[in-house]
């Protein structure tokens, strides 16, 4: 019998899907009640905090409002003011629900499946949840009903059969203003956005907007207000824990496109994932964690960036792909594309050591050496059953991070990233074969522009926690279990004992000026001497105000 065999009755097959994992509310977190939109009380609608959180837009505050998951998200927020940022004046953060990194790419390609018709404009919000419906339209399976993601029809042929490999390949940081910033430096996506289709507008959709959450987003086709990965960390009762390290798949809520289409084939299809680290889990699955399911192939870069790893327990790794040659072949390639042979980048001796080895784009070719592997000696596309793979290539993310988006490290990084979309569809004419895959391609956000370009002002969060604790008396290792780009996880009884309220910090960081932020016995930065008074939020709120705070925005 056939793989393809086994999907003859998938559509009864995937109702059996929701029994095979619990629902969303047999699996979620305790959750706090929470105040409702028409529970306002007047000195609350009165106060400072509440009156600056209304005035956020409508739809900065909706992207946030996704993400709001009571019992796991922080208990204080502190949006900044755009274009402002917790991060340094190189060294950015991209979490937030503004534009600039909320804008992705969002293109499909694949001759006989995907339309030809270069710039799609669709007439709703198109996000990256629209990912996963949109696969499974392409697998002619079901999708679970309740979830906001919805199939993107509009880039998809009428007639069409079922592609025998379908690949999503994701830029990590490689939003739309990235792409924007190195135009020329990406000529086979363009190639993609002309002969296939390029979505138009395409946003992450949540905040904040960083890896584990929008890779959920991408292959649940839900926010993290169902989906339950909030953030990097997240909160498991008295703790703060990462996400996707002290349980694999255990926070997640929902099953993925990989979980539910795996088992309408009786687990015959391959399902797979090569990421950077295990917060791009969300786009794979729980593998054999869930009742019926069975171990993924799941690749990942070791903390040390000295190997690749797998994940234990619940999936499976190739131990080839720990030995795969090439690595010092690549990282010649990447030193000599600066057009010096001398064991350097741009300058830069990333290519020495091998944790900065892996924030260089010398990773980049080496990962797709390693999928080359993976793809022909585990049978991706050999037969008549659809195999589905999620890659992560982070190089974009790691440089943008070390040198700035603005910097000619990240056009490199690009440039780098794009050369291997064409070795990807050699790959797959190879072993799919030509015109019997799909690539889909995006971004998990944007980046953030250097403040000396911009005018922002980086908010030094160190700084931030350090003037709550004084202002208010208190130890802030006593009373912050966690603190990350504004978001804040509050131990209450600890605040409590301190004789504080959520409401009064939030009144505190709503008035938080430039002054008070500036670096302790330094001089004012060139540029800023005049704008001392300036707020640095937009506005700061406990989050148990959450839709209180919805029922008031513009």
Same mark, same amino acid.
């Given at each position: 019998m056939t793989r393809r065999a086994h999907i003859c009755g998938a559509l009864a097959i995937v109702a059996l899907v929701a029994t095979a994992c619990p629902a969303p509310e047999e699996r979620s977190a305790p959750r706090r009640p929470s105040p409702t939109a028409a529970a306002v009380d007047p000195a609350v609608a009165r106060s400072k905090w509440f009156r600056a959180a209304c005035d956020v837009p409508a739809t900065l505050f909706e992207r946030i409002r996704r993400d709001y998951y009571a019992g796991r998200s &922080?208990? #204080?927020? +502190? #949006?900044?003011?755009?274009? %402002?940022?917790? $991060?340094?004046f190189v060294g950015t953060s991209h979490s937030g629900p503004w534009d600039y990194v909320q804008k992705v790419p969002l293109v499909l390609y694949g001759p006989g499946f995907v339309r030809s018709d270069g710039d799609l404009q669709v007439d709703r919000e198109v996000t990256v949840a629209d990912i996963a419906p949109t696969m499974a339209e392409l697998l002619q399976i079901e999708w679970p009903e309740g979830r906001p993601g919805r199939p993107l029809s509009e880039a998809l042929l009428d007639e069409r059969g079922v592609p025998k490999t379908i690949v999503l390949v994701v830029w990590d940081g490689g939003g739309t203003n990235v792409l924007q910033r190195w135009p020329d430096s990406w000529p086979n996506l363009a190639r993609w *956005?002309? =002969? $296939?289709?390029?979505? =138009?507008?395409?946003i992450v959709g949540s905040s904040p907007s960083n890896? &584990?959450?929008?890779?959920? %987003? *991408?292959?649940? $086709? +839900?926010?993290?207000?169902q989906h339950g990965i909030v953030d990097i960390k997240l909160r498991d009762g008295d703790d703060v824990v990462d996400s996707y390290v002290k349980d694999p798949t255990g926070y997640l809520e929902l099953t993925t496109i990989g979980d539910i289409y795996d088992q309408t084939t009786g687990n015959e299809a391959l399902v797979g994932m090569f990421g950077y680290h295990r917060w791009h889990l969300g786009m794979l699955g729980r593998g054999s964690a869930i009742d019926g399911g069975d171990k993924d192939i799941a690749a990942v870069v070791h903390n040390d960036g000295d190997r690749i790893v797998g994940i234990p327990n619940y999936f499976h790794f190739p131990p080839y792909a720990a030995t795969v040659e090439g690595l010092d072949e690549d990282i010649e390639t990447v030193d000599e594309s600066d057009g010096q042979d001398d064991g350097l980048w741009l300058g830069h001796d990333d290519l020495r050591d091998p944790f900065d080895l892996k924030h260089s784009p010398a990773y980049i070719l080496?990962?797709? !050496? @390693? #999928?080359? =592997? @993976?793809?022909e000696r585990e049978g991706f596309g050999d037969d008549d059953i659809t195999d589905l793979f999620f890659v992560n290539y982070k190089p974009i993310d790691t440089v943008g991070h070390k040198y700035n988006m603005v910097n000619p490290e990240t056009e490199s990084a690009v440039r780098f990233s794009d050369g291997e979309l064409a070795e990807l569809e050699t790959l797959l004419d190879r072993t799919a074969g030509k015109n019997e895959w799909v690539m889909i391609m995006t971004a998990d956000h944007g980046m953030t522009p250097s403040a000396l370009s911009t005018g922002a002002w980086p908010i030094n969060m160190d700084r931030l926690l350090s003037? #709550?604790?004084?202002?208010?008396?208190?130890?802030?290792?006593?009373?912050?279990?966690?603190? !990350?780009?504004? %978001?804040f996880w509050v131990d209450e009884e600890a605040l409590s004992a301190a004789g504080v309220t959520l409401e009064e910090m939030a009144d505190f960081l709503t008035a938080y000026r430039l002054e008070d932020n500036l670096p302790r016995g330094e001089p004012i930065p060139d540029g800023y001497a005049d704008r001392l008074d300036e707020k640095l939020l937009a506005g700061a709120w406990p989050t148990d105000y959450t839709e209180q705070i919805a029922g008031c925005v513009s």
């Open positions: &922080p208990e #204080l927020t +502190a #949006l900044p003011a755009e274009p %402002n940022y917790y $991060g340094a *956005m002309e =002969q $296939g289709t390029s979505v =138009q507008d395409a890896t &584990p959450p929008s890779h959920t %987003n *991408m292959a649940t $086709g +839900a926010w993290p207000n080496y990962q797709t !050496r @390693i #999928l080359e =592997q @993976i793809f003037d #709550l604790a004084n202002e208010f008396a208190f130890d802030p290792d006593d009373v912050f279990d966690d603190a !990350r780009v504004g %978001n």
